[in-house]
């Protein structure tokens, strides 16, 4: 299938914009920085770390309310792209904190620099492991302050007038991902030769590439009216883990097996599946245009790629 290009409706109109994306450096911060990038964007990222790219980059504390306060004095977005944040889905206790302060309060210290300053727009990355019904408990820490702070979110831009959109990521995946994610670990282990060791592979999920997740992104930048809007980024269909791993072994031609039942599966995951429908109608004809072998057959040949480089 044909990708979406920086000349569609999700790059229009983005030159010249001065656009901030926290978490610039990770998976889906990275991709969408190219993409706006290859748009003209007046582009600033920032990270923990320091990054050759894009053209403005900032080391903030985003736990720190004077240092997002400082940011937004220096940088004036009229777009933010608040992706940043520690991921992970362990239950344990010590993680409590450190997520709340990561997730949850960055995401309020961005609201509140964001409405202060007249920024146009704020777009927050949801997280599938969120509850959705209102007595769920969430399943982790992680969960919690994501919940935490799309609540915050919601209540800036019916409070304040802040125009926030909250964006849900469905299962992306894609070139660039963190090389311990399922998708690049198993396509590495089968490249190596070496069975990879997963759970049941029974859970499905709804997985959707990487290229489809950033151009509902840039609409959900762009398209003026949608404040207060909740946009899945999915597919609209579950696949299995274990019929993901099949469709890899079939485009490598792997010699070995994986090993399924070799991992415990996860507490409390949850399977969700993406309301497509209502994402297109508020992102004018947002679809997912990567079907899953395409998705994976570009993952694939950009893994073999960078192993051949190394």
């Known amino acids: 299938m044909a990708a979406t290009s920086a000349s569609g409706l999700g790059g229009a109109g983005l030159r010249g914009r001065r656009i901030l994306v926290t978490g610039a450096s990770g998976f889906l911060g990275s991709n969408l920085c190219r993409r706006l990038a290859d748009a003209g964007a007046a582009l600033h990222g920032t990270s923990r770390g320091p990054r050759p790219n894009p053209p403005t980059w900032w080391q903030p504390d985003l736990a720190d309310t004077a240092s997002v306060r400082q940011l937004f004095a220096d940088v004036k977005p009229e777009i933010v792209y608040h992706l940043a944040g520690q991921v992970t889905a362990a239950p344990d206790r010590d993680f409590v904190l450190p997520l709340f302060q990561s997730l949850a309060l960055s995401t309020v210290n961005v609201l509140l620099a964001a409405s202060e300053s007249g920024c146009r727009r704020v777009v927050l990355a949801a997280s599938l492991t969120e509850p959705s019904a209102a007595r769920e408990a969430p399943g982790s820490p992680y969960a919690a302050a994501k919940l935490t702070a799309s609540l915050y979110g919601r209540m800036f831009n019916a409070l304040y007038g802040l125009s926030v959109v909250i964006t849900r990521p469905f299962v992306a995946y894609g070139p660039g991902q963190q090389p311990g994610k399922v998708i690049p670990?198993?396509?590495?282990?089968?490249?190596?030769?070496?069975?990879?060791k997963l759970s049941s592979g029974?859970?499905?999920?709804?997985?959707?590439y990487i290229d489809d997740v950033v151009e509902g992104l840039l609409r959900a930048g762009q398209i003026a009216?949608?404040?207060?809007?909740?946009?899945?980024?999915?597919?609209?269909?579950?696949?299995?883990?274990?019929?993901v791993v099949e469709k890899?072994?079939?485009?490598?031609?792997?010699?070995?097996?994986?090993?399924?039942?070799?991992?415990a599966e996860r507490p409390l995951e949850r399977?969700?599946?993406?309301?497509?429908?209502?994402?297109?109608?508020?992102?004018?004809?947002?679809?997912?245009?990567?079907?899953?072998?395409?998705?994976l057959r570009r993952t694939i040949a950009w893994l073999r790629d960078s192993a051949e480089e190394r």
């Open 248 to 263: 890899i072994e079939a485009l490598i031609g792997a010699p070995v097996r994986p090993e399924f039942g070799a991992q």
């Open 225 to 243: 009216g949608i404040g207060g809007a909740e946009i899945d980024l999915g597919s609209g269909e579950r696949v299995s883990l274990r019929t």
């Open 185 to 196: 670990y198993v396509i590495r282990s089968l490249l190596r030769g070496e069975p990879p």
């Open 271 to 295: 399977s969700p599946v993406a309301d497509t429908a209502a994402a297109s109608r508020i992102l004018q004809g947002w679809r997912p245009v990567f079907s899953l072998d395409e998705g």
């Open 202 to 208: 029974l859970l499905e999920s709804d997985w959707i």
